[in-house]
Each structure stands twice: as C-alpha cells, then as structure tokens.
C-alpha cells in the first residue's frame, strides 16, 4: 500500500481510502517483462492504466501490425483517458515494457460515476488525475504537432525541437531509439535514416547513435 501512496493518482491518499478505491475498482494486473507486450482491444481499450513499477510505452496499434508511439509512461502515470476522448475503442492498443513493469488497469466509472458514500476519495481521485494528466496533454500536443507536418524532413525537424525545449539545450540523448522515433512520427525507419543522414550533411545536426548536436537551431521548426 506504500508504494501506492507514492503515485502520482493517490497523492494525499491515506491506505483505508486506497483500499476503498481498489475494492470498488477491482483493477486487472499485468505484469510485463523488458521487451514483452501485451495488447488490450475493443472494450478494455478505454480502461485506465497506472503503472506501479518500470517504464511502458503506449501503441495504437492495427491488426496489421502497423504500430504508432503515442507516448512513454514511468512508474506513477496513468494513461487511458486520451483513449475515451479520441474513441480508440475499436483499435489496438499495445503495452510495451522497456524494462520489467508493472501496471493496473481499471474502469474510469469508479472515478466519475456518482456515489455519495464515496464522494471524499473519487475528489482525490480527480484533483490528481488532472494533476497527472496535464503532462500527457503536454506530450500530445507536442505528438500532434511533429505528425501534422506533411513531409519526413519537418518532422524530424519539429521532433528534434520538441527534444531540445524538453531538455532546455542543442546537445541531448534523445530518448527514443531509431525505431521507436520512426513508430513516434509514423514514418518508415528507413526514411528516418536517410533525413538524418541528409541534416547531418547539410550540418544542421551532428548524432552518434542518440546522442545528437543540433549545430543550426534556426533551422528547426518551432
């Protein structure tokens, strides 16, 4: 229950009204190991998920197997309202561990269904999931704005951007691989490969695995 207490969700909590709330949440538990998945589809693609422990990046996903990073959660996160208000209840979405995690994953009717007797704890509940939520909205509007440009190069341009606000300098690790930025941007990685290649000759940015340079930062998108 400690570990708990020190999540973002139950800020402020005290353990009786914790175990109230799992009591009338009755959460699922999934446990994933570095590098496991685990996909949730049509009705529990809407559920709410906190992670307990570990670190778990979030796919929209299609039957396909066509997949796109729509963010990275850490231990104290929750994710799940981004699904109800885009309707992703007839995608895939997709758990990836990056190391050894673990998570819980509820129905967000225990959170805003009406209950008298229940009143005090769902408040809680509410004032830190919007506390919590502000940075994934911060992560989605920075997500919104690296896909919305129409060519590979922009893109790359408007992300290593993103990076460099977050980060508050032009020399960083970047935190995705090569693979998972291309997922995050929704181009091949191949494509990816050959644009940095290109700012790298122009000398707009130099890079040595993830750790970039960005040498001309006017040239960005911002």
Known sequence: MKSLQ??????????????????????????????????IEKKLSWMMGLVISGWVMVYSADYD????????????????????????????VEFVAVSDAEMIMFSPEVVFVQEPDFVVVQHKLLVNLISGQRRMFEDLT???SCLSQRTVRDKVLRFLCACAERAKKYELNLPLTREETADY?????????????????????????????ILKPEKLIF
Request: no cysteine; aromatic share 10%; net charge positive.
């Open 6 to 39: 020190s999540k973002v969700l139950f800020r402020g909590m005290s353990a009786e009204e914790i175990r109230l709330f799992l009591d009338r949440a009755n959460p699922y538990y999934v446990r994933l190991y570095g590098g496991r998945s685990v996909r």
């Open 185 to 213: 941007l929704a181009v091949d990685r191949a494509s990816l490969s050959r644009t940095l290649g290109e700012l790298k000759q122009e000398g707009i940015i130099d890079f040595s695995r993830n750790h970039f340079r």
């Open 65 to 92: 197997g066509n997949r796109t990073l729509l963010r990275v959660m850490e231990s104290g996160e929750t994710s799940g309202m981004v699904y109800s208000l885009f309707d992703y209840q007839n995608t895939l």
């Open 142 to 144: 920075a997500h919104l």
